[in-house]
T-cell receptor, first 112, second 111 residues
Framework: EAGVAQSPRYKIIEKRQSVAFWCNPI?????LYWYQQILGQGPKLLIQ????????DSQLPKDRFSAERLKGVDSTLKIQPAKLEDSAVYLCASSRGGREQFFGPGTRLTVL | GQQLNQSPQSMFIQEGEDVSMNCTSS?????WLWYKQEPGEGPVLLIA?????ELTSNGRLTAQFGITRKDSFLNISASIPSDVGIYFCAGQLAAGNKLTFGGGTRVLVKP
């Protein structure tokens, strides 16, 4: 079974630019999560989708971050405009809706 | 909000040693998960615990779900160099909910 796929793996941008990340979950997993992991910390949830509906986006900075999962499969996370403090690893995870979440390799974002 | 405290923050291992780490919470969780993360990779699930008092093993790893539901422990027996990495605990209130992560325990090899 293929794991969670993410791209790109690395991205370097300047502040105020925009950036987008892509995630393809494990086949058949209805629930998709985006987490932000700042260096030296554990991941923190940004947004959770159940199929193509948002379940929890309470921690998403909506003035600059947006995410969608239009067909209930893959998802994109966008930041516009980026700030220095957005430098982090962005992790995508998926689940069948149960207790275990499986993570992709992440996208490491550096904002200069 | 909920916070998970992991200790120790870092530890050095010598091949063959048994090591332990723990995770405590200010509130109750109904599922505890332990992940390992290596540089440049995402967290990999090691063990999942679903019931207070449960003790579960995965090879040389053993984890326990605390009776109070506010803590969990992970033990690694007979450590080997490839055990190096960052170990995260994560708590979950209900199936499908978000995971709340601890700050991680960094396991390093003694020089």
């Amino acid at each position: 079974e293929a794991g969670v796929a993410q791209s790109p793996r690395y991205k370097i941008i300047e502040k105020r630019q925009s950036v987008a990340f892509w995630c393809n979950p494990i086949s058949g997993h209805a629930t998709l999560y985006w987490y932000q992991q700042i260096l030296g910390q554990g991941p923190k949830l940004l947004i959770q989708f159940q199929n193509n509906g948002v379940v929890d986006d309470s921690q998403l900075p909506k003035d600059r971050f947006s995410a969608e999962r239009l067909k209930g499969v893959d998802s994109t996370l966008k930041i516009q405009p980026a700030k220095l403090e957005d430098s982090a690893v962005y992790l995508c995870a998926s689940s069948r809706g149960g207790r275990e979440q499986f993570f992709g390799p992440g996208t490491r974002l550096t904002v200069l | 909000g909920q916070q998970l405290n992991q200790s120790p923050q870092s530890m050095f291992i010598q091949e063959g040693e048994d090591v332990s780490m723990n995770c405590t919470s200010s509130s109750i969780f109904n599922t505890w998960l332990w992940y390992k993360q290596e540089p440049g990779e995402g967290p990999v699930l090691l063990i999942a615990l679903y019931k207070a008092g449960e003790l579960t093993s995965n090879g040389r790893l053993t984890a326990q779900f605390g009776i109070t539901r506010k803590d969990s422990f992970l033990n690694i027996s007979a450590s080997i160099p490839s055990d190096v990495g960052i170990y995260f605990c994560a708590g979950q209130l209900a199936a499908g909910n978000k995971l709340t992560f601890g700050g991680g325990t960094r396991v390093l090899v003694k020089p």
